[in-house]
């Protein structure tokens, strides 16, 4: 019995979550039951219809069947209430016009007897729809079928001969008493309801208070108990604790005594570390005057081109780049290296190149400046690898060498890795080295190539090291590279030398940043 009525109410409630004290589920449970009944009450008359040979009605009836079993279906899969509402309202209100229309009358003497209970539907609308749609809603449609009765009963019908003037003003006067009763009856229900919800929904959030309160109590009493025998065990522990504390601070005792000791000694390092590094810091900075001597030729450069410059900036005290300017007869001759490494090891190697450079051009007299670099490889090899030393191949320097004729402006030009840069107008012309290191290397058997160029007025020409353009920015965290290099020369060749070296040097520290220096930077330029 309790499993045939879970499932009754089941059917009626649509399933829906809750009990009647909830409206939807009164609702829902009032439509279906509603709908039952109608599906009866409907079949029955179509059959009688049937019988009485009228088939529109009963067609009609059986529609109504099928749009109420249609209705009923949509409310138990998609919940939509109101709609389901509307459209039962709305179906019993053209029902009630229907029989209206159709003579359904209680008082008169008519044949038809399929018509007598029709008018009795009418008594029920009131109550179902204010319930159903709400007062404001369900009362519109009540005084719509109020309208639309007075209207039927007002004009001249071939059937209106049936109903008198007793049983009209009965019937509007018991329609308009159940109207006018279940309207109220419905406000004071939705008074009811809100105030038993808003006492229901006190007391559940009293009883939920009151559950949290114990279930805060339970927790915290276990918590406790577990609190009070974890301090007891940590009572326990802390008490074996102690004595091993006090074991451990006789071994630190001890140990403080050793360690007073240790660092009388770090001191007395530090002390002749410190004095070590003084030492060699004098060294190194009396090493980078001696460098700075050895840089010689900035007054020649100065006495042959009216605008020049050299940016110099090795990356520790001395560095590893170093520049070469000598005039013999009408002729200067320019070079710009880049040592392998930078610091000590750099200006160790730029100090030998210097001299081997300046005894070839000078001493020796070769002014062909592919016999200059071969004489330098060879004779560098040859200085790295005495008293049976091991040469290490890395050693050596990349170098760029120009020989200009004064005269007739006409550029000897031999590299070794390193190119020359000329800027004529908007265009940059690169006169590429050999990839032969001045030093040992794989390409032993390879000789050093000049190249010839005539030279013009006003043309700017550059020599570099390699360090501008493999310094990584602090934003980018990438190189500058040669590309933007060749495009900063192109576009600052036009200005006077002494500016390009201040764009040069702004542009080189804006684009390091706060990173360090990466590597020696040497930059000479002329303006023919």
């Known amino acids: 019995m309790n499993r045939f009525k879970r499932i009754l109410y089941g059917f009626l409630s649509a399933n829906i979550r809750g009990s009647l004290i909830y409206e939807d589920v009164r609702k829902v449970t009032l439509i279906n039951l509603f709908a039952i009944i109608g599906i009866f009450y409907l079949l029955f008359y179509s059959f009688r219809m049937l019988r009485l040979n009228d088939f529109r009605l009963s067609y009609i009836y059986i529609c109504c069947v099928l749009i109420i079993i249609s209705m009923q279906i949509f409310l138990n899969l998609k919940k939509k209430i109101a709609i389901a ?26 044949k038809s007897h399929y018509i007598f209970p029709g008018i009795y539907w009418y008594y029920v609308f009131p109550p179902f729809s204010l ?16 309208g639309t009765s007075i209207i039927y009963f007002s004009f001249s019908c071939f059937q209106n001969e049936y109903y008198d ?9 018991i329609f308009s008493a159940i109207f006018f009763f279940s309207f109220f009856f419905e406000s004071v229900r939705i008074i009811t309801v809100d105030a038993y919800r808003t006492s229901q929904n006190k007391n559940i959030r009293l009883l939920k208070l009151i559950s949290e309160k114990n279930a805060n109590l339970k927790k915290n009493n276990r918590e406790l108990s577990q609190l009070t025998e974890e301090i007891s065990t940590q009572m326990e522990y802390l008490k074996i604790l102690n004595v091993e504390l006090q074991e451990q601070n006789e071994k630190i005792a001890q140990q403080n005594i050793k360690l007073e000791v240790q660092s009388d000694e770090i001191l007395l390092q530090r002390d002749l570390l410190m004095q070590y590094k003084h030492n060699i810091d004098d060294s190194i900075l009396y090493a980078s005057y001696i460098q700075n001597a050895l840089l010689h030729g900035d007054d020649s450069l100065k006495e042959n081109f009216n605008d020049c410059f050299i940016l110099y900036q090795p990356r520790n005290i001395i560095g590893g780049d170093f520049y070469f300017v000598q005039k013999v ?36 007299e070769i002014d062909n400046t592919s016999m200059i670099l071969s004489d330098m490889r060879r004779e560098m090899i040859s200085a790295l690898s005495r008293k049976g030393n091991i040469y290490d191949a890395k050693d050596g320097m990349d170098i760029a060498l120009c020989k200009i004729n004064l005269k007739t402006l006409e550029l000897q030009f031999s590299g070794a890795y390193n190119p020359a840069f000329i800027v004529r107008g908007n265009e940059l012309i690169q006169l590429k080295g050999d990839k032969i290191l001045v030093g040992k290397s794989i390409n032993e058997n390879r000789i050093f190539t000049q190249k010839n160029f005539q030279l013009q007025k006003d043309d700017c020409l550059y020599l570099f090291s390699d360090g501008f353009s493999d310094q990584f920015g602090w934003v980018t965290r990438k190189k500058y590279l040669i590309r933007n290099f060749q495009k900063l020369l192109i576009e600052i060749a036009p200005k006077d030398m002494a500016n390009q070296k201040a764009i040069l040097l702004k542009t080189f520290e804006d684009w390091k940043g706060v990173n360090d220096q990466t590597d020696d930077v040497m930059i000479l330029g002329v303006r023919i």
């Open 85 to 110: 509402s509307h459209v039962l309202v709305f179906g019993l209100f053209c029902l009630e016009v229907l029989f209206l229309v159709r003579n359904g009358s209680t008082m008169l003497n008519i």
């Open 131 to 146: 319930f159903l749609l709400g007062r404001k809603i369900g009362s519109l449609y009540n005084l719509l079928l109020i």
């Open 329 to 364: 007869d009408n002729y200067i001759i320019i070079a710009a290296a880049d040592c392998t490494g930078h610091g000590v090891p750099g200006a160790l190697l730029s100090m030998l190149g210097i001299a081997l450079l300046s005894e070839i051009v000078n001493r020796r």
């Open 165 to 173: 003037v007793e049983f009209v003003v009965r019937f509007l006067s």
